[in-house]
Nanobody, 123 residues
Framework: QVQLVESGGDLVQPGGSLRLSCLAT????????MGWYRQAPGKQRELVAI???????NYADSVKGRFTISREFAQNTVHLEMKSLKPEDTADYLC?????????????????WGPGTQVTVSS
C-alpha cells in the first residue's frame, strides 16, 4: 500500500556533506509524519529527524546544527541535508512515515519503513 524508497547514501570524508531523499508511493493523499532514523552495526535504531504535517521538527541532539530535514508535501517526499559529517554518523539511514491517508484504504496509523540507504563517513 505504501512504499518508501530512499536515495543519496554514499561514502564521504569527515567534514563532508550528503543529501538523502525519500519518496513515498502508493495511493496517498496525505502523510502526517515523515522522517529519518538510522542504525549502525551493533547499535539500536535511533531517531535522526522527523517533521510533522504542520512543519514541526524533532532532531536528535547529536545532529542538531548539522542536519536539516525538509519535506515536499505535495510530492510525498522528505529530504535530509547532512553537513559536517562525522565518522559516528556512519549508519544505515531509514526513511519513516506514520499516519498516512490513502485514497482507497483511508487512514493508516501504522509506521512504514524504507529499506535504508548506507551512509559511510571515513577518510
Amino acid at each position: 500500500q505504501v512504499q518508501l524508497v530512499e536515495s543519496g547514501g554514499d561514502l564521504v570524508q569527515p567534514g563532508g556533506s550528503l543529501r538523502l531523499s525519500c519518496l513515498a508511493t502508493g495511493s496517498i493523499s496525505m502523510i502526517n509524519t515523515m522522517g529519518w532514523y538510522r542504525q549502525a552495526p551493533g547499535k539500536q535504531r535511533e531517531l535522526v529527524a522527523i517533521m510533522s504535517r504542520g512543519g514541526g521538527t524533532n532532531y536528535a541532539d547529536s545532529v542538531k546544527g548539522r542536519f536539516t530535514i525538509s519535506r515536499e508535501f505535495a510530492q510525498n517526499t522528505v529530504h535530509l541535508e547532512m553537513k559536517s559529517l562525522k565518522p559516528e554518523d556512519t549508519a544505515d539511514y531509514l526513511c519513516y512515515t506514520a499516519g498516512v491517508y490513502c485514497l482507497d484504504n483511508g487512514y493508516l496509523p501504522k509506521p512504514y519503513w524504507g529499506p535504508g540507504t548506507q551512509v559511510t563517513v571515513s577518510s
